[in-house]
């Protein structure tokens, strides 16, 4: 079913904001051949270290928007964190080995570098351009199109027309304010100082979080020999006196034998957020990032946070402006994100609360309980392969679940991402064979078969691949008398990974959206039914009766897509 007529536009889309978050969400609104138009109040994107953690995610999203080999210049994959107690004993380590998403779960980074590249990104596409030192002033929503108002220093106002704005803009938004949005949640009272120094002083990779009573600090590895240090300031020590140089000096003291020999790149006093916008989309509206959450650094998911939004939000953008789904889409983005970014929020919160004790009764009891729970192999391995981290699970939004729920069911969660073999290359991520649209996998059939020609050219209308996934000893095999399909790519199972998600799960044809996301699962036998419900649900492609419909038995798969923005700007779900 197409998109509601739109008005005649300047552009499709309208960002606010040429940050990390805006800045990927144009390059993959660009990848789509969406017109896109980036406006920035500053004049030039920020120079100096903020974020400090990219994790697995964040880094598929850059693969998947074709700029991961140049961003991993600017990384330190596989960072271990540890945790020490007041006398700098060891009380917890993370150091994720797996890599089920194809990307190492932690790496340190240094985020100008990354940005800039992220930047670079978009001089691919003539559609897309980033106006620096325009701030938005103002806009009008109509039923078709939003009248965005942009202002410079020294020239004439101006209006652009677009179907979609999007507010990148940071935790002060404009757009937010323009909705009418709340942001609710609370800000700590402690501050806490950060000093980014360049020729790291230390040198060594490791990156520590000090859990000490007497002052709680973090010491952490950033690439290109940069060292972030973060101290917590006391309630009798001012914002003046902590910004003095002394004062750094005094901090750094006990880490190097000469701290007042170094060279500080910035500084300054911050405090911790924790927070989430009341609606993600109003309209015409919506908002991604910082403008729509903000959380302690603790877990370093602020950005990655972001990235996410940017990357569930961009393929459902497109769809809607080029017509292949319904605007109601763009509410799945609200339902979907901000459970997750609450759980997010939630988590740092809660870390933040078990680093910061200054009563050292309640620190030695903290150490206590964690080193107890560290003598139990399976909570040990809970906290080093960093599993207490939330991961996305779609309940509701844009997925089918099957009725009655299966709570082992894969639907709604990220799927894996191996290396893998095809018949014309080795040790490929699957991602890349997959390519940046639909998908429709199958394991041990050809999915062209199992959805019937009408099913099947309709996932092709809309760009989707189709991949059958094969043990490697099969790889090359094709059945005598049988041509190879031109439409189905054989992909072999090069690592045993898959054979291994497959051997878990009762469902062997998997439909996934461009985000990864699996939209439904379902056996071999009911691959039509199950794909006529998701191409209904999601408003993709016209409407047919010829593959399947509801089951009069309750058994179907049933999608849970908001039908209107009042729905999804209330309580998560």
């Known amino acids: 079913m197409a998109s509601e007529k739109a008005a005649a536009t300047d552009v499709d889309v309208v960002i606010v904001g040429a940050g990390p978050v805006g800045l990927t969400l144009a390059n993959i609104l660009g990848l789509q051949g969406i017109r896109t138009l980036v406006v920035e109040d500053r004049a030039t994107l920020i120079d100096y270290p903020r974020g400090v953690g990219l994790d697995d995610e964040s880094l598929r999203t850059f693969q998947a928007i074709g700029l991961v080999d140049a961003v991993l210049p600017h990384t330190v994959p596989n960072q271990i964190l540890r945790f020490y107690d007041g006398h700098r004993r060891l009380l917890a380590e993370m150091a994720p080995a797996d890599a089920c998403f194809g990307w190492p779960k932690r790496n340190g980074f240094v985020q100008p570098l990354v940005d800039a590249e ?7 596409f003539d559609h897309v351009d980033v106006r620096w030192g325009h701030p938005m002033t103002g806009c009008t929503e109509t039923a078709d199109a939003v009248t965005v108002s942009l202002g410079a220093d020294g020239t004439e106002p101006e209006t652009v027309t677009t179907q979609y704005l999007v507010g990148c803009d940071g935790g002060r938004s404009t757009t937010r304010r323009l909705m009418g949005v709340s942001f609710d949640g609370t800000t700590s009272s402690t501050r806490w100082l950060v000093v980014d120094i360049a020729n790291d002083p230390l040198g060594h990779p490791n990156s520590e979080v000090g859990a000490d009573p007497a002052r709680p600090y973090a010491s952490i590895s950033i690439a290109h020999g940069i060292r972030r240090f973060e101290f917590m300031i006391h309630a009798d020590e001012t914002d003046e006196q902590a910004e003095h140089p002394d004062f750094v000096a005094r901090m750094l003291a006990p880490f190097l034998p000469h701290p007042h020999d170094v060279d500080v790149i910035r500084q300054r006093v911050y ?34 946070s972001g990235i996410r939004d940017a990357m569930n939000l961009g393929w459902k953008l497109a769809a809607v402006v080029h017509g292949q789904a319904g605007p109601s889409l763009l509410d799945s983005y609200d339902t979907e994100r901000r459970k997750h970014a609450r759980a997010m929020i939630d988590l740092s919160t809660m870390v933040g609360r078990v680093i910061s004790p200054t009563n050292r009764r309640v620190a030695g009891l903290r150490d206590r309980v964690i080193r107890a729970a560290s003598a139990v192999p399976t909570l040990k391995r809970y906290v080093l392969e960093m599993r207490f981290k939330p991961m996305p699970r779609y309940e509701q939004g844009a997925v089918v679940h099957d009725q009655p729920r299966r709570p082992d069911s894969p639907a709604g969660t990220l799927f894996i991402q191996p290396k893998v073999d095809t018949r014309t290359g080795t040790d490929l991520l699957l991602d890349d064979v997959i390519g940046t649209g639909f998908a429709v996998l199958a394991w041990n059939n050809n999915p062209r078969v199992l959805l019937g020609e009408e099913a099947f050219a309709r996932w092709k209308a809309l760009g989707a691949s189709f991949i059958a996934l094969r043990p490697s000893t099969q790889l090359h095999w094709t059945p005598p008398g049988h041509d190879d399909d031109p439409e189905v790519t054989i992909v072999g199972d090069r ?14 044809v998997l439909f996934l959206r461009p985000d990864r996301c699996i939209a439904a699962a379902c056996i071999a036998q009911r ?29 179907g798969p049933v999608l849970h897509v908001p039908q209107s923005t009042a729905e999804s700007a209330g309580t998560a779900p």
Request: charged share 25%; aromatic share 6%.
């Open 495 to 508: 690592t045993g990974r898959l054979k291994e998600w497959f051997d878990g799960h009762s469902e062997s």
């Open 271 to 304: 405090t911790h957020h924790s927070r989430i916008a009341g609606a993600f989309r109003r309209g015409r509206l919506l908002l991604a990032g910082d403008a729509a959450h903000l959380m302690p650094v603790w877990q370093g998911q602020g950005y990655n």
């Open 118 to 124: 992220l930047l670079r990104g978009l001089d691919r």
């Open 527 to 555: 691959a039509p039914e199950v794909s006529a419900r998701l191409c209904a649900a999601l408003s993709l492609g016209p409407a047919s009766t010829g593959e399947g419909g509801d089951r009069s038995d309750g058994t």
